[in-house]
């Protein structure tokens, strides 16, 4: 059996046990019913990107009424790996690590969890998500699942793309990074998410997983060297519930790639 119809089947029975244990309904239903969010910003010019970065251009090759009379339309775009809504791959800051493309598909799509931090980070731009939220989401909602994607809703969600809201400055360059100030996720807490629980990957809704002010990176490089992936500039995380929903996260398959443009998708169940 084709290896991708291997995945969809497991990936039906996954969805059909995460969002009605002890029931068995037709999985095809659940995805056909659901409401799916899309957690994607567009790229544009206004893409948020790092301050070091070269920005997204995106520009006309041709548009128009061509020479055979009929309407005829072609772009090109060019984009560092590392901006927008985008996917980290192990490779980022593991050497030998996975590249996009040999990221296991299995790795790109899971139970998905919410961690809602919005209040700490509010009064705190520099806020570290610690071991102990992950704590109380569980103390609520029970264990983070064996497979799951872990998402943080900083808040900062709502400032994109307003870059001196939601990166803290405009300046480019190593000024503009030195300036940067943005919640991220404490390396503490990265490492008990790769130790002591059994997770895909981390995404949420700043430029980087490490907080703004780091400087050594150290919440990508515990993730990645236990072969973790990493979601940055997600979208209106603020729209899902803590739990009981399913994430698609489909990076643009680059060969060699250390990070690449992403598409991802929550898929909640619609109430029975």
């Known amino acids: 059996m084709n290896r991708l119809i291997i995945i969809a089947s497991i990936l039906l029975m996954m969805i059909s046990c995460t969002t009605n244990p002890g029931t068995s309904p037709d999985p095809l239903t659940t995805l056909k019913n659901g409401i799916f969010i899309d957690l994607t910003w567009s790229f544009d010019e206004q893409s948020v990107y790092w301050p070091t970065n070269i920005p997204f251009k995106h520009e006309t090759v041709f548009d128009g009424i061509n020479d055979k009379g009929f309407y005829y339309s072609s772009f090109k775009f060019s984009a560092e790996e590392h901006g927008g809504t985008h996917f980290d791959s192990p490779m980022h800051f593991a050497q030998g690590g996975n ?19 919005t209040a700490k980070a509010s009064g705190n731009r520099d806020y570290q998500v610690m071991t102990a ?11 983070i699942p064996d497979g799951a994607i872990v998402l943080i809703n900083t808040g900062f969600g709502k400032y994109y793309p307003d870059k001196e809201k939601y990166i803290g400055t405009l300046l480019p360059g190593k000024e503009g990074v030195a300036n940067l100030h943005f919640p991220g996720l404490h390396p503490d807490a990265a490492k008990w998410l790769a130790t002591e629980r059994k997770i895909k990957g981390v995404g949420l809704d700043t430029p980087s997983i490490d907080f703004g002010q780091s400087k050594e990176f150290l919440t990508h490089r515990m993730l990645f060297a236990n072969n973790l992936t990493a979601y940055e500039n997600v979208a209106h995380l603020d729209q899902l519930p803590p739990k009981g929903i399913w994430i698609f996260a489909f990076p643009m398959k680059i060969k060699g790639g250390s990070g690449a ?4 998708v929550a898929l909640i169940p619609k109430p029975s």
Do not use: C, H, M, Y
């Open 133 to 143: 939220d992950f704590e109380a989401w569980e103390k609520v909602n029970g264990r």
């Open 261 to 264: 443009p992403l598409r991802i």
């Open 99 to 117: 590249s996009i493309e040999k990221v296991p598909v299995e790795q790109l799509t899971g139970e998905g969890v919410v961690v809602d931090v």
